[in-house]
């Protein structure tokens, strides 16, 4: 089993819906959580940090359930701009990150 | 401005060389790591350095090298190229505490074929 886990999609979602992704981690250690979005053929990028009392940026929402191991992210009024892969990551308490596969959003106008 | 920085960022090469991939960064970051990417595994861990000479295997170091001779730099090296190596390679730099912060910073990418 993957230390992390996510449905790798496509989700294919109209202009304008919310969306939510789920994520999974094995390790009940796990001391800090991420979410990273990369564009077609790009680097990836920090898109924000989640923390346990869940937190907000914009449209973007993150949460996290330790009891059920899982983190997610949830996209309110979804914009064209926000097609990418958005990627999991949790750091198991030591100077390295490990991703998930990544899960891939397309927006339709 | 402070950047990260990979070459080539396309390379083909032949099963058996030798090929290296470069990674320079200007952050002055104590960390750097090297990450392949492949559809379906997503970013998997290859290599990583916590400072001068100082590295460390990652998940998927088989057939892989670096070496860390000074701050800025964390070259991977194929020891002898095979197809399976074919992928994307991102290389990738923090500050020291990235697990509090999440902050890594990556390259543009490596894009590897070996036939």
């Known amino acids: 089993r993957k230390e992390v886990e996510q449905d790798p999609g496509p989700f294919n979602v109209p202009e304008g819906a919310t969306v939510a992704f789920n994520c999974t981690y094995s390790n009940s250690a796990s001391q800090s959580f991420f979410w990273y979005r990369q564009d077609c053929r790009k680097e990836p990028k920090l898109l924000m940090s989640v923390y346990s009392s869940g937190n907000e940026d914009g449209r973007f929402t993150a949460q996290l359930n330790r009891a059920s191991q899982y983190i997610s992210l949830l996209i309110r009024d979804s914009k064209l701009s926000d097609s990418a892969t958005y990627l999991c990551?949790?750091?198991?308490?030591?100077?390295?990150?490990?991703f998930g596969t990544g899960t891939r959003l397309t927006i339709i106008p | 401005d402070a950047e990260i920085t990979q070459s080539p960022r396309h390379k083909i090469t032949e099963t058996g060389r030798q090929v290296t991939l470069a990674c320079h960064q200007t952050?002055?970051?104590?960390?750097m790591f090297w990450y392949r990417q492949d559809l379906g595994h997503g970013l998997r861990l290859i290599h990583y350095?916590?400072?001068?000479?100082?590295?460390n295997k990652g998940e998927v170091s088989d057939g892989y090298s670096v070496s860390r001779s000074n701050t800025e730099d964390l070259p991977l090296t194929l020891e002898s190229a095979a197809s399976s190596q074919t992928s994307v390679y991102f290389c990738?730099?923090?500050?020291?505490?990235?697990?509090?912060?999440?902050?890594?910073?990556f390259g543009e990418g490596s894009r590897l074929t070996v036939l």
């Open positions: 350095s916590y400072g001068v000479q100082d590295t």
């Open positions: 990551v949790v750091n198991f308490g030591n100077e390295k990150l490990t």
């Open positions: 952050w002055n970051h104590n960390n």
């Open positions: 990738a730099s923090s500050d020291t505490g990235v697990g509090n912060t999440g902050e890594l910073f």
